[in-house]
């Protein structure tokens, strides 16, 4: 009788203290969507929903020691890496992925907190670039971060889409560039895969409550490129509930500043494969 398993994630990623983004919002999503969660963390932050006050890195060989922990015992279905902080924590993942065969993988560029704290030291970029993009199944930067890895400006809709080539040129698979850093009432994200535009586009939702958005959205897709669904459909399926996570969390006040999403509007039992 073939053995029974969950859909296992593991994200790559730094700790929030708020519990809001990182690794927390993280294993809050990948619960929701009923799978099974585990982490290697890249760093500790200490944060709210104000902003970063600190961040203490973890050494390359204890992260390292975490995904081999996981990957050799557990396995893997998925994974979503967020927060690289600086180079050697960026050998340390790429070597991981070619070491361990690490299919369906969604990198999620971090580099600017919501509360505009960066998160990624500059030399860290270009390493990422050339040794991660190749590697991944999907790149997910905010405007701001695409911004930031073009080395221009992006001010419109009809950015996106040459962002979104750009970046594909510059060694990813295929890239999904989040616009709701524009102005207007819809948001449009882009994404680039097998030589192919998709736009999605949603309604803006009002809501204070936007801390994570870009983790929980990284990892839904993980979720859902590990459940099996194609990448297109993975990221309509990951939009549908961080809308929805955003809705149900716009009526909260948790702190001063950014708030985190509801990621427990409705959560799914354990999926069971």
Request: contains cysteine; hydrophobic residues 45%; aromatic residues 4%.
């Amino acid at each position: 009788m073939q053995q029974k398993n969950y859909i296992r994630i593991l994200s790559i990623a730094g700790s929030d203290s708020g519990g809001g983004a990182g690794i927390q919002a993280d294993l809050k999503t990948i619960a929701a969507l009923g799978c099974y969660g585990m982490t290697a963390i890249t760093a500790i932050t200490a944060q709210n929903t104000v902003g970063v006050t600190g961040i203490q890195a973890i050494t390359p060989d204890m992260l390292a020691a975490q995904i081999k922990a996981v990957v050799t015992d557990i396995g893997v279905d998925a994974i979503k890496i967020g927060m690289l902080h600086d180079p050697e924590v960026v050998h340390v993942v790429a070597s991981a992925i070619k070491e361990y065969q690490l299919k369906r993988v969604v990198l999620d560029p971090v580099m600017v907190a919501t509360s505009g704290d960066a998160l990624i030291t500059p030399p860290t970029i270009a390493v990422l670039v050339k040794e991660l993009f190749p590697l991944v199944t999907v790149i997910t930067p905010n405007l701001d971060e695409a911004a930031l890895l073009l080395q221009r400006p992006l001010t419109s809709r009809a950015d996106l889409d040459k962002a979104a080539q750009d970046l594909v040129a510059m060694g990813a698979k295929a890239a999904l560039v989040k616009g709701g850093h524009l102005a207007g009432d819809k948001v449009t994200d882009v994404l680039l895969s097998n030589g192919k535009l998709h736009d999605f586009s949603s309604h803006r939702i009002s809501s204070q409550n936007t801390h994570g958005t870009g983790c929980t959205l990284s990892s839904a897709i993980a979720c859902y490129l590990g459940m099996g669904f194609a990448l297109e459909d993975a990221v309509a399926k990951a939009r549908s509930y961080i809308l929805q996570a955003i809705a149900a969390g716009a009526g909260i006040k948790i702190g001063a500043g950014h708030g985190p999403l509801n990621h427990g509007f409705a959560p799914l039992k354990m999926q069971v494969v």
